[in-house]
C-alpha cells in the first residue's frame, strides 16, 4: 500500500480543487466547443433587401429578390452551420401599411407569424432612410428579445460622414441592441454581421441537419425562382396580382421534370408575358431553368404556360388553393 502523508485538511482540499480544475480544463480542451443554435427572424418595410441580406447570410440565393416592392410572399427559412453555431434566419414579406387586399393581410400576418419565438431580430432599414413604413415594423418588434438594426445600401451613401446625424438619431432608439450599416450584396459585410449574430445564439442542440438549407421543397423553390424572373423580366407594367403555379414536379434520376403555369390577372398582361413571338416567355424560362439547375446541382426541363384568372387576389378560397394563407 502507498503510504499518504498526513496533510492538514485546508491544504488537502486546495490540493483536490486544483485537480479537479485541471480535469475539467482538459476535459473542455478535447470536447468540441458547445454547441449553439438559434432563430433570426429578417424584418422589414418592402424593398429594403432583406431577401438580398439573407441569400448572403447563408451563402446561397434562396431567396428570390427583386427592386420591385413585395417580392417576397412567404415566411421562407434559410440555415447555415458554421463551425459549433447553427443559423436559422427566417426571411419576411416585406410590412404592409395598407391591409386593402387579402394578399396583404396574409403577408402581414407572415411577418407577425415570424416574430413569434425568435432568439434575435434583424430589422432592415436603407441607411440614410426614415419613414412612417419603417416606424411601423417598429411596432411590430416583440418585447425583450434583442434586436440589431442593419442600415443596408451603405454602398448608395456618398460621403459616410453625412451618415453620422442619422445614425447618432437611431442610436437613440432603446429597443435596438446594435446599429449595424452594410451592404446586403457585400460577402465580407454579411460574414462581419453573421459572426455578431453568433453571440446571440444560445447554446443548444441544432435543430436542422448540418447540410440543411431550407426547410421548402424544391417545387417550392421552383415557383419562387419563376416569379423572380417574372417580376424581373417584365418591368414596371405587370402588377403583383400575378403569380406561379407548379402543375407538376417529377423527378427521373437526377433530372428535374417541371411544368408551371404563370397566371395573370387579365388577357393584356397574358400578351405582356408571352412577348412577340414568344420572346420573353422563352426568356423567363431559360433563366428560370438556369437557377434552378444551380440550386438543385441537376439538370432540369421546364415546361411554361400562360394563363388568365382574374381576381384571384382577392380571393380568399383561391388564397388558399395558392398557399398563401401559413
Ligand atoms: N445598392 C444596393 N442595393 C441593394 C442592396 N441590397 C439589396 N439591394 C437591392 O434592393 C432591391 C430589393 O432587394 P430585396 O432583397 O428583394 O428586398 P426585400 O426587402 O426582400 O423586398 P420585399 O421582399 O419586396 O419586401 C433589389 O434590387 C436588390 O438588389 C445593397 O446592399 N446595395
Ligand atoms: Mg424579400
Redesign the pocket.
Given at each position: 500500500m502507498k503510504h499518504h502523508p498526513v496533510q492538514p485538511r485546508a491544504q488537502e482540499q486546495a490540493q483536490e480543487q486544483a485537480q479537479e480544475q485541471a480535469q475539467e480544463q482538459a476535459q473542455e480542451q478535447a470536447q468540441p466547443e458547445r454547441r449553439r443554435f438559434g432563430t433570426v427572424a429578417i424584418v422589414?418595410?418592402?424593398?429594403?433587401?432583406?431577401?438580398?441580406?439573407l441569400n448572403s447570410l447563408v451563402g446561397q440565393k434562396i431567396?428570390?429578390?427583386?427592386?420591385?416592392?413585395?417580392?417576397?410572399r412567404h415566411r421562407l427559412l434559410g440555415v447555415r452551420t458554421e463551425g459549433a453555431v447553427q443559423f436559422a434566419f427566417v426571411?419576411t414579406?416585406?410590412f404592409q401599411l395598407r391591409h386593402a387586399r387579402g394578399l396583404h393581410r396574409a403577408m402581414n400576418r407572415s411577418v407577425r407569424g415570424a416574430l413569434a419565438d425568435v432568439d434575435l431580430v434583424l430589422w432592415?432599414v436603407e441607411a440614410g432612410v426614415w419613414g412612417v413604413a419603417d416606424e411601423r415594423v417598429g411596432e411590430l418588434l416583440p418585447p425583450g428579445r434583442p434586436v440589431i438594426l442593419v442600415a443596408?445600401?451603405?454602398?448608395?451613401i456618398r460621403g459616410r460622414e453625412r451618415l453620422l446625424p442619422w445614425l447618432a438619431e437611431r442610436g437613440k432608439d432603446r429597443r435596438l441592441a446594435e446599429i449595424v450599416p452594410?451592404?446586403?450584396?457585400?460577402d465580407a459585410d454579411a460574414r462581419r454581421l453573421l459572426a455578431l449574430v453568433a453571440g446571440y445564439l444560445p447554446e443548444g442542440p441544432w435543430g436542422f441537419d448540418p447540410d440543411a438549407l431550407t426547410d421548402r421543397s424544391e417545387r417550392f423553390l421552383a415557383s419562387e425562382i419563376l416569379r423572380e424572373k417574372l417580376f424581373r423580366l417584365t418591368g414596371d407594367e405587370l402588377p403583383y396580382g400575378s403569380t406561379v403555379i407548379i402543375d407538376r414536379f417529377e423527378q427521373e434520376g437526377q433530372l428535374r421534370r417541371i411544368a408551371a403555369s404563370i397566371v395573370v390577372e387579365r388577357d393584356s398582361h397574358k400578351a405582356m408575358v408571352i412577348g412577340s413571338g414568344g420572346a420573353l416567355i422563352r426568356r423567363i424560362g431559360s433563366e428560370a431553368r438556369q437557377d434552378m439547375q444551380k440550386l438543385y446541382d441537376a439538370p432540369v426541363f421546364l415546361e411554361l404556360w400562360v394563363k388568365t384568372r382574374s381576381g384571384w387576389a382577392d380571393d380568399q378560397a383561391a388564397l388558399r388553393a395558392y398557399g398563401y394563407e401559413d
Open positions: 422589414g418595410r418592402p424593398n429594403v433587401g432583406k431577401s438580398t441580406l431567396s428570390i429578390t427583386s427592386d420591385k416592392a413585395q417580392t417576397t426571411d414579406p416585406g432592415v443596408n445600401k451603405l454602398d448608395r452594410l451592404s446586403a450584396r457585400r
